[in-house]
């Protein structure tokens, strides 16, 4: 279906389309085999400007938004969602500061994510806050010109392979969700380090780390927006990032779809390829189906959100469970397809069903969408 | 650092056909591509360029659409491209293309340091480089795996070899050709998309290089095409077996046989 995308859409489409085709799919297999960061790749993504797309003109990017991200993602994930992950988590990293922060903040560390010299991760999760962000446990002290960071952060992505890192930490315990901020950490602070890394199911070319902050002292002016408004910017970088997740599962049900109507062509059972076979044919229309739905929903919903509407919660959840449970199905349909060949890593759609598993709980599980949806139906309608 | 990279619009190799009554290359319809081993020469010049600073100028000699190229190398970190367009130029065969550039790097002037691909993968011929350097009285390396060391003065180069590789260190200005074990490149970016949008293309005929007539196209070519075909398939293959002193044996009795 033809979006009429803009000039400079397309540019970046067919950009990340390069980098998919001629650095991704070479070495995809090899990085899950080998649980590989794709470094190389992120460089190769940054001499291409992608990093830039998502940045402000006047800080060095081109000043796209979440639609914008939203094609690049998709493209990349049709190479491989693990390295896709890698390069949205750098953009995760920095919305708080593009949202919150102060011009010194921006001035100082949006023209190097745009640049792709140094890559940014976000770190939320901890073993006891999951789906309720509420439980975190991480604390920030003040003490004269610094504050003081103690906890330890779970699963973050691109942890100890970015620099940046924008840490929620709770200024105020007492005062639950109103009492945290976010704060901006970086490589090599003193009392900062790495911890566990985690062996994944899917996604594995994608680092999964702890960060673990033991009196970490860093600068004053490292406090993003007001002491006390985490929370809030943590759920308005969610709702800008979600429609990238959902363009994950976009991506990865379409390079599932080639993959089995290829091998569907080619596959000949009882004298016929077996894309002749009805019952075959039907998965494949289902499969095409769903994903045109989707691709169609994430699209709508990137472009309401970047007109900063006030309902973006409700668009930004429906679209990033519809997209990611079709991307589950329609990869899980696709190693049907292909039977016996599709269970074998010779073939590519048993890692894609492994990376689309994440997609339906990571960036807030498919359950607290649907709890996001309806609380948000339940206000419309009161 | 002034480096200029001469490149080639060919037709995609992955969709070759003849066309069986002229049997002459069918180009309706095959993509035009940037010949593979220029994408690696323009990445080494501007790997070059990014360390020692100066500027990447590109140059081809093709019929207008040949800008294509042009535009794709300036997206990939090339700063100027120039075309080399005129009806004369046409028939050119591999004396005449390499006399034709000669001149054209005598117009712009005063390059450090020319960088071809290996060859072009319709002609498949490799003599355009090396043609190039001769006629400009340059010294040059073929057939290049890697940049070891460069510098204003001077620049230092592997060449690759059947049995391993020639180190070779040459005086600036000189010129190489390259293969593609040289380096990955790059992604054209969308900065330099936008850039290669705008950019004017410098064009030049063959009076603005003041170029011999009887040098150029068809009439300075002395290579004469007599026939080209595709050859028949040849079934008559024999697959020698055993140990590798028996492979050995078998193939000599079958060679002294056919003398």
């Given at each position: 279906m033809d979006y009429l995308f803009t000039e400079q859409q397309q540019m970046i489409i067919d950009t990340a389309r390069e980098i998919t085709n001629e650095k991704i799919i070479p070495v995809r297999a090899e990085l899950d085999e080998q649980n590989q960061f794709p470094r190389e790749i992120l460089h190769d993504i940054a001499k291409?400007?992608?990093?830039?797309?998502?940045?402000?003109?006047?800080?060095?990017?081109?000043?796209?938004?979440?639609?914008?991200?939203?094609?690049?993602?998709?493209?990349?994930?049709?190479?491989?969602?693990?390295?896709?992950?890698?390069?949205?988590?750098?953009?995760?990293?920095?919305?708080?500061v593009?949202?919150?922060?102060?011009?010194?903040?921006?001035?100082?560390?949006?023209?190097?994510?745009?640049?792709?010299?140094?890559?940014?991760?976000?770190?939320?999760?901890?073993?006891?806050?999951?789906?309720?962000?509420?439980?975190?446990?991480?604390?920030?002290?003040?003490d004269g010109d610094f504050w003081v960071l103690n906890g330890t952060k779970q699963w973050i992505t691109n942890g100890g392979e970015s620099q940046i890192y924008s840490i929620v930490a709770l200024t105020d315990p007492s005062k639950g969700a109103r009492g945290a901020s976010i704060f901006m950490v970086e490589d090599g602070d003193p009392g900062f380090?790495?911890?566990?890394?985690?062996?994944?199911?899917?996604?594995?070319?994608?680092?999964?780390?702890?960060?673990?902050?033991?009196?970490?002292?860093?600068?004053?002016?490292?406090?993003?927006?007001r002491r006390g408004t985490g929370f809030i910017t943590v759920m308005k970088t969610l709702d800008v990032s979600r429609p990238g997740i959902a363009s994950l599962g976009i991506g990865l049900a379409q390079a599932a779809l080639d993959e089995a109507v290829t091998y569907a062509k080619q596959r000949v059972q009882f004298g016929r390829p077996i894309i002749a076979f009805q019952a075959v044919q039907h998965m494949l229309a289902d499969m095409a189906i769903q994903l045109e739905a989707g691709r169609a929903l994430v699209y709508a919903a990137a472009k309401h959100i970047d007109n900063h509407p006030k309902d973006m919660s409700k668009a930004s959840s429906m679209c990033k469970v519809f997209a990611t449970d079709m991307a589950m199905k329609v990869t899980t349909d696709a190693v049907q397809v292909l039977g016996g060949y599709g269970y074998m890593k010779e073939y590519p759609v048993e890692k894609m069903m492994r990376d689309a598993k994440i997609l339906q709980i990571y960036e807030g599980t498919n359950q607290i969408q649907r709890n996001v949806v309806g609380q948000e139906l339940n206000k419309e309608y009161s | 650092m002034k480096l200029l990279v001469c490149v080639k619009q060919v037709p995609d190799a992955k969709d070759v056909r003849l066309d069986p009554k002229t049997n002459t290359l069918a180009r309706e319809g095959v993509e035009a591509i940037m010949n593979?081993?220029?994408?690696?020469?323009?990445?080494?010049?501007?790997?070059?360029?990014?360390?020692?600073?100066?500027?990447?100028?590109?140059?081809?000699?093709?019929?207008?659409?040949?800008?294509?190229?042009?535009?794709?190398?300036?997206?990939?970190?090339?700063?100027?491209?120039?075309?080399?367009?005129?009806?004369?130029?046409?028939?050119?065969?591999?004396?005449?293309?390499?006399?034709?550039?000669?001149?054209?790097?005598?117009?712009?002037?005063?390059?450090?340091?020319?960088?071809?691909?290996?060859?072009?993968?319709?002609?498949?011929?490799a003599q355009v480089g090396p043609g190039l350097a001769c006629r400009l009285n340059l010294p040059y390396a073929a057939c290049v795996q890697k940049t070891r060391?460069?510098?204003?003065?001077?620049?230092?180069?592997?060449?690759?070899?059947?049995?391993?590789?020639?180190?070779?260190?040459?005086?600036?200005?000189?010129?190489?050709?390259?293969?593609?074990?040289?380096?990955?490149?790059?992604?054209?970016?969308?900065?330099?998309?936008?850039?290669?949008?705008?950019?004017?293309?410098?064009?030049?005929?063959?009076?603005?290089?003041?170029?011999?007539?009887?040098?150029?196209?068809?009439?300075?070519?002395?290579?004469?095409?007599?026939?080209?075909?595709?050859?028949?398939?040849?079934?008559?293959?024999?697959?020698?077996?055993?140990?590798?002193?028996?492979?050995?044996?078998?193939?000599?009795?079958?060679?002294?046989?056919?003398?």
């Open positions: 291409a400007d992608l990093f830039s797309i998502f940045v402000p003109e006047e800080y060095g990017g081109l000043g796209g938004g979440c639609f914008e991200i939203v094609l690049a993602l998709e493209e990349l994930a049709r190479g491989c969602v693990g390295v896709a992950t890698s390069f949205a988590a750098s953009a995760l990293g920095i919305f708080p593009m949202i919150a922060g102060s011009d010194e903040q921006k001035q100082k560390y949006l023209p190097e994510i745009a640049s792709g010299s140094r890559w940014a991760a976000f770190g939320l999760t901890e073993a006891n806050a999951g789906s309720d962000a509420s439980g975190i446990r991480t604390t920030a002290v003040e380090s790495y911890g566990k890394k985690e062996d994944k199911m899917g996604i594995r070319s994608s680092s999964t780390r702890e960060l673990i902050m033991k009196d970490c002292r860093i600068p004053k002016d490292r406090l993003v927006g | 593979p081993y220029d994408r690696h020469a323009l990445e080494e010049a501007v790997v070059i360029k990014e360390k020692l600073g100066g500027t990447v100028t590109v140059v081809t000699m093709g019929p207008p659409q040949a800008e294509a190229v042009l535009r794709e190398s300036i997206a990939c970190g090339a700063d100027e491209g120039v075309l080399v367009s005129d009806r004369a130029f046409a028939g050119a065969d591999t004396w005449a293309t390499s006399y034709t550039l000669a001149k054209t790097v005598e117009t712009l002037g005063g390059f450090d340091l020319i960088l071809c691909g290996k060859q072009a993968i319709d002609g498949d011929t060391q460069v510098s204003a003065k001077a620049i230092e180069v592997e060449r690759m070899m059947d049995d391993g590789y020639d180190l070779l260190r040459l005086p600036l200005p000189a010129l190489l050709t390259v293969v593609k074990d040289i380096n990955e490149p790059r992604v054209a970016s969308l900065k330099g998309k936008m850039k290669a949008k705008k950019a004017e293309i410098q064009q030049l005929s063959a009076a603005d290089i003041g170029a011999d007539p009887q040098c150029i196209g068809l009439a300075g070519s002395p290579t004469q095409v007599v026939r080209i075909f595709s050859p028949e398939p040849r079934g008559d293959r024999q697959i020698f077996s055993g140990s590798v002193d028996e492979q050995v044996d078998q193939l000599v009795a079958c060679l002294k046989a056919h003398l």
